[in-house]
Each structure stands twice: as C-alpha cells, then as structure tokens.
C-alpha cells in the first residue's frame, strides 16, 4: 500500500486514467489552474500571470509515486501554515527552486528572531518532505523531479515552452501535449470541490441579490458595480475585473451581447431593464450566476416575454442529465420559444459549459472554444457545468438568465437559489 497521501485523491486517480489512455509516464503541470487542480496549491505569485511559471506539478502515472510539487524554497512555510489551517494541500514532495533573490533572504539568518509556531512547521515540513537543495529555477527542479524518479518516454506538458526546455535537459523524454487529458480529467468535480461549489451557491446568491437592491431611480451603473465589489471583497470574493459585474447592456439603444462592458453613462432609469451578471472567484472557483432586472415595473409586454424565456430555460435545463448531449440544447430552446410565441427565436444564445478554476472548461480537445465548443458534449455525473440563456431578439428588451449544476446520478443538482423571476426596483 502506498504511503503518498495524493494516490487516493479523485482528481490524481481521473488523471492517472488519462495518462493510461494517452500512452503518458508523466504529466507535468505548470499553469496556474492545473497547479491548483492537481495539487490544491495556489500563492499570491501565481496571480502575477508570469511568463515563466511560479509552481509546477508532477504526476507520475504510477501510484506508487509522489506528487511532486515545485515552488521556490521560500514559499515552502506557506505550505506548512496551509496545512496547520486545513488546506486540501495534495502535496507529497517538494523539489524547491530559485526565486530572484527572496529564497536567498529567506535563508539567511535573522539574530533578532525568536522561535515560533510558523519556524517550527517549516522545519518539520522541510525535513519530511523537501528533496535536496534548491535548484537554479523551475525548469532545472523540474528536470531534477523526473530523472530522481525515473521518469522519461512520452511526458505530457500542458506549457510546452517548458516541455521543450525539460525536454532539452532530460535524456529519453518526449514532449506530448497534455492540454486535452487534462481537461478531460478537470471536467468532473471531485466531492470536496462539490462542497466548496455549494458553499459558493450561497455567496453567488447573496452578491446577485445584494446587486438587485441596489437598484434605485437615479443610481449609476458604475455605482452598482463598484458597491457589489466591495461587498465581494469583504466576503472573501475577488471580483473577477475592476467592475465585478458584467452589463450586457445598450450602445446606441442596441443591446449587444457580444459587448460585455458596453458603457452606460448617467443613471438608470424608471423601465430601464439591466442584465445582472455577478462574476468573481472564492477559493479558486467561479461564481456565473446571472438574472434580468428592471428599475420600476416591467411593462406587461416584457414582463410576459420574460416569463416566456424562463418557460424555456425551464425546459432546457429538465434536460440536464448525465449521458445527455449539451449540443442538443440550444434546438431544445428555440423549440420552446417557438411554441410559446415568441418572435426571433433564433437569437436565443444558449451556451453550456462546465466552470471552475477557469470560467469555461470544456472536455473537447483543443480548440474547442469555436464551432467545437458550440457543438457541445456528453454530461458526466458529477461535471459542475454552467446553463446560460439569453434571448435578445425581442422589441422589448433582453431576458438573461444563468445557474450551475452538479450532474447528479439521475439529474442536476441546482446550486443557486435565487429565483428566476424579474429582480430590481418595484415602484409603489
């Protein structure tokens, strides 16, 4: 039996499988989502969007291997304070690795220090589990990772910059593109990322409702979208830009979907209609929800339109079901358009597509965020995968509407509460 920690774990099992499929002895993983994915790792460097990477994984393909982890030395207490705090750090070596000048800081003694808590679990993480000095940079640790354990044929590299560097300092490696087994095995969520995806429906709806109540006469949208950041911000949400919402909104009294950040100057106005779409990460994952709001009452015209949408948003979503193909999805929504009256049917968008550490992940191999994407594919029990619909075709304005769902064994779990109906400022 093996005494690694990470052999067990679903997701290093998922990709284990995809390296038996693809004829793989490694894979090495160095973006940051795939870092986080496979290890559970993830530090403030990683948000510096280097070109080089800040960490990187190692999997072997055999279970009787470690997980290898690479990160500058430096950055090893923050492994043993993640662990004391109850991480799901999936880490079972460290190979660490220079970074400028701080790992050499790090070492130097400091004889004004006094021995603490943070001291004594670096040193005891350090001693179980760090493998040999600190190597020049991640390239040169990674080369070290897979010749310590033997580790050469076909490597998959999911940056094959880096494969290509490995690849010139390790004799008997291959470089294979890794891009699409890692999809494939990210695609399905693993129980503890379901918990967090349900803790994160309870956020989702709190920021999707908070945004709604601040819809009065006279506010502006910039407003709004800076009063939602910082009510993400202090529950531990990072907006995803500057705005934290998105707004489908009006350019030249034209709603244009495609234009996400379509600016709205002045305030709202009394029968304005706006698209809520709160975007933001919680421990590495997406929060997508998305409802239509209007300031004051809907007209009855577009009040019967948005019941009408939601109607097929309805229907599309009953066909959310494991074995069932998302491509089929979008026919499903003009059909139901068509039988309830609605005009333009065709300028129904309906886009599924599973969400985590990275906003659209899709098991399609690469590109896949074209014609492929839209084609769609198979629904696995246990994906989290996004239903987003919105219909922007009508004379009286756009209906948007967007969940996320655990495929369940016979079904969809959904994972926001917040109704469908029409949110925003009711007048008295």
């Not at 995806?197 to 709604?212: E, H, P, T, V, W």
């Amino acid at each position: 039996m093996t005494e690694f920690m990470a052999a067990a774990d679903p997701r290093i099992v998922r990709l284990r499988a995809q390296m038996a499929e693809h004829g793989l002895s490694a894979m090495v993983l160095s973006s940051p989502q795939n870092v986080l994915y496979a290890s559970g790792y993830e530090s403030t460097l990683e948000r510096w969007m280097q070109v080089e990477p800040m960490s990187a994984v190692v999997v072997s393909a055999r279970a009787e291997d470690p997980l290898l982890l690479c990160v500058p030395e430096a950055m090893v207490g923050l492994l043993a304070v993640s662990e004391t705090r109850g991480s799901e750090l999936r880490v079972d070596r460290v190979v660490p690795f220079e970074l400028l000048d701080f790992c050499e800081t790090a070492r130097a003694i400091d004889p004004h220090a006094s021995p603490g808590a943070l001291e004594t679990a670096s040193t005891a993480f350090y001693a179980e589990r760090v493998l040999g000095p600190s190597e020049d940079d991640v390239i040169a640790a990674l080369a070290r990772a897979l010749e310590q354990f033997g580790l050469i044929g076909n490597v998959g590299f999911d940056d094959l910059r880096v494969g290509q560097s490995v690849a010139h300092r390790v004799s008997g490696v291959s470089v294979v593109d890794a891009l699409n087994p890692i999809m494939a095995a990210r695609i399905v969520k693993t129980p503890p990322e379901h918990e967090r995806f349900r803790q994160l429906g309870k956020l989702a709806d709190a920021c999707i409702q908070y945004a709604a109540g601040l819809l009065e006469h006279g506010v502006s949208w910039d407003e709004v979208s800076y009063r939602v950041a910082e009510f993400m911000i202090r529950n531990d949400i990072r907006p995803v830009d500057e705005g934290a919402m998105l707004f489908g909104g009006s350019f030249d009294d034209q709603f244009i979907p495609e234009l996400f950040r379509t600016p709205h100057e002045g305030p709202l106005q009394e029968g304005q209609i706006v698209i809520l779409e709160t975007q933001g990460i919680w421990k590495g994952l997406w929060i997508d929800i998305n409802r239509t709001a209007v300031i004051g009452n809907p007209t009855p015209d577009f009040q019967r339109l948005h019941d009408q949408v939601r109607g097929a948003y309805e229907e599309v979503v009953a066909q959310v079901r494991p074995g069932n193909h998302t491509g089929v999805l979008p026919a499903l929504g003009r059909e139901a358009l068509t039988k309830r009256g609605v005009s333009a049917p065709e300028k129904l968008l309906v886009i599924a597509h599973g969400i985590g550490h990275q906003p659209l992940e899709f098991p399609l191999p690469f590109p896949n965020q074209g014609r492929e994407g839209a084609k769609g594919f198979t629904l696995e029990e246990g994906m989290v995968i996004s239903i987003d619909m919105l219909h922007f075709g009508s004379e009286f304005g756009p209906c948007h509407m967007e969940d996320v769902y655990i495929i369940t064994e016979d079904g969809a779990e959904l994972l926001y509460a917040t109704p469908h109906e029409l949110l925003g400022l009711r007048s008295r």
